[in-house]
C-alpha cells in the first residue's frame, strides 16, 4: 500500500543536540510538506519541497533544516537553535489539486 | 494573507444526532479545501476533498459543501456514532501550499 511514512514515532532530545526526523514517501508524489502541531492548536508549516533539490521556508523555518534529495524522502533537523521544540511534527505529500494531500502518522518530540 | 477559521471550538452531541462542522476562509481564491479527521496523537486522514470547481462531494455519512463566495464550507455529519469522536480539520489549498483551521473537537456521548 502507498503511504507516508514517520520515523521514528516518539523521539527524546537533549538540550543543545540536533536531531533528524525521518519521512519517506512510495505515492511519487512531487511536493512534501513539514508542520508542526502544538496542544490545542493548528498545524503550522515548517519547510515545503515541490520537486526534488527545491525547497521553500515556510512559517516557521527558525530553527529547522530540510533536504530534498530523492523524490521520497524528505527528512528535518531540528536544530539546537530550535529553542522550544517540544511538539508533535507531522509530514505529509501532495499529490495534486484534485489529489490532496497525504499525511504520515507523526513523530512526538520531547526535549528532556 | 489566508485566514481559516473553524466555529465551534468544541462540540458535544448525543448518538444518532445529525450535525454539521462550519470551516470559512478569508482569500476565495482557493484551489481546492480538504476536510481531515485526526484521532489524538494520530496523523491526518483525509475525509473529503473538494475542487474550487465542485459544490459538494459525499463519502457514506458524511457529506461537505463548499460556497467560495461566501467564504464558507460545512461538514455534515448523518447519524453521529461515538467513533467519529476526533478532531476534524478543514485547509484551503493555493499558492502552492495549504492554510490549516485550527479544528472542531467533536464528541459524540453514547
Known amino acids: 500500500d502507498g503511504g507516508i511514512t514517520q520515523s521514528p514515532k516518539y523521539l527524546f532530545r537533549k538540550e543543545g543536540q540536533n536531531v533528524t526526523l525521518s519521512c519517506e514517501q512510495n505515492l511519487n508524489h512531487d511536493a512534501m510538506y513539514w508542520y508542526r502541531q502544538d496542544p490545542g492548536q493548528g498545524l503550522r508549516l515548517i519547510y515545503y519541497s515541490q520537486i526534488v533539490n527545491d525547497f521553500q521556508k515556510g512559517d516557521i523555518a527558525e530553527g529547522y533544516s530540510v533536504s530534498r534529495e530523492k523524490k521520497e524522502s524528505f527528512p528535518l533537523t531540528v536544530t539546537s537553535a530550535q529553542k522550544n521544540p517540544t511538539a508533535f511534527y507531522l509530514c505529509?505529500?501532495?499529490?495534486?489539486?484534485?489529489?490532496?494531500?497525504?499525511f504520515g502518522s507523526g513523530t512526538r518530540l520531547t526535549v528532556v | 494573507k489566508q485566514e481559516v477559521t473553524q466555529i465551534p471550538a468544541a462540540l458535544s452531541v448525543p448518538e444518532g444526532e445529525n450535525l454539521v462542522l462550519n470551516c470559512s476562509f478569508t482569500?476565495?481564491?482557493?484551489?481546492?479545501l480538504q476536510w481531515f479527521r485526526q484521532d489524538p496523537g494520530k496523523g491526518l486522514t483525509s475525509l473529503l476533498l473538494?475542487?474550487?470547481?465542485?459544490r459538494e462531494q459525499t463519502s457514506g455519512r458524511l457529506n461537505a459543501s463548499l460556497d467560495k463566495s461566501s467564504g464558507r464550507s460545512t461538514l455534515y455529519i448523518a447519524a453521529s456514532q461515538p467513533g467519529d469522536s476526533a478532531t476534524y480539520l478543514c485547509?484551503?489549498?493555493?499558492?502552492?501550499?495549504?492554510?490549516f483551521g485550527d479544528g472542531t473537537t467533536l464528541t459524540v456521548k453514547p
Open positions: 485547509a484551503v489549498f493555493n499558492a502552492g501550499k495549504s492554510t
Open positions: 505529509a505529500s501532495f499529490r495534486d489539486r484534485a489529489g490532496g494531500y497525504t
Open positions: 473538494i475542487q474550487s470547481s465542485q
Open positions: 482569500d476565495s481564491a482557493i484551489y481546492n
